[in-house]
């Protein structure tokens, strides 16, 4: 065995001696109860007590921990809002980006694109509907404000493309 080989011997046997331990504070974080308004933990509020929300078209209800009875109310109002204005998020989110993309292909201008933000950014400022995980982690407050300065960089982005590219497209050239 030459010495190369014994070098790189001796890396693979102190490797196999130096694993460390996995840390799981994914475990930590799903066992405490939180505020689902405020993300809150128990400690750091006077109590947590759990609640139940009614949705539509489930037969259970969906339970949830609220620090106050008015954050209770805001998240059953948050998502009292989310279901009548679930078809407006669609048709901004969904709909319109899907209609701007095929008169993309179909015309082959890019005009049709930078609408697309706009209407991605609309739907996100109207019902800044993010995600699960992104509630389990921030708490809806901040999920719905993250949503919001989404949609409003989108927003902006689109106007700025449609204002800076679009009008080359009607320059004279």
């Keep these: 065995?030459?010495?190369?080989?014994?070098?790189?011997s001796d890396l693979d046997d102190s490797n196999q001696l130096e694993e460390e331990p996995e840390i799981n504070d994914k475990e930590d974080l799903a066992d405490t109860?939180?505020?689902?308004?405020c993300?809150?933990?128990?400690d750091e509020v006077d109590d947590l007590f759990p609640c139940e929300l009614y949705r539509k078209n489930q037969d259970t209800p969906s339970q949830f921990h609220s620090c106050s009875v008015e954050h209770e109310m805001k998240v059953k109002g948050f998502f009292n809002y989310s279901e009548k204005i679930y078809y407006v998020y669609i048709t901004f989110v969904l709909i319109f980006p899907l209609i701007l993309a095929i008169l993309t292909a179909i015309?082959?201008?890019?005009?049709?694109?930078?609408?697309?933000f706009m209407s991605l950014g609309i739907g996100l400022m109207i019902a800044?509907?993010?995600?699960n995980g992104i509630v389990r982690n921030v708490g809806l407050k901040n999920a719905n404000i993250l949503g919001r300065i989404f949609g409003a960089m989108l927003l902006i982005?689109?106007?700025i493309l449609l204002l800076t590219n679009g009008l080359k497209i009607f320059a004279p050239s």
């Design 157 to 159: 982005i689109g106007v």
């Design 1 to 8: 065995m030459s010495s190369k080989e014994e070098n790189i």
């Design 33 to 37: 109860p939180r505020c689902y308004w």
């Design 107 to 116: 015309f082959y201008n890019l005009l049709y694109v930078f609408p697309i």
């Design 39 to 42: 993300h809150k933990t128990k």
């Design 128 to 131: 800044p509907l993010t995600g």
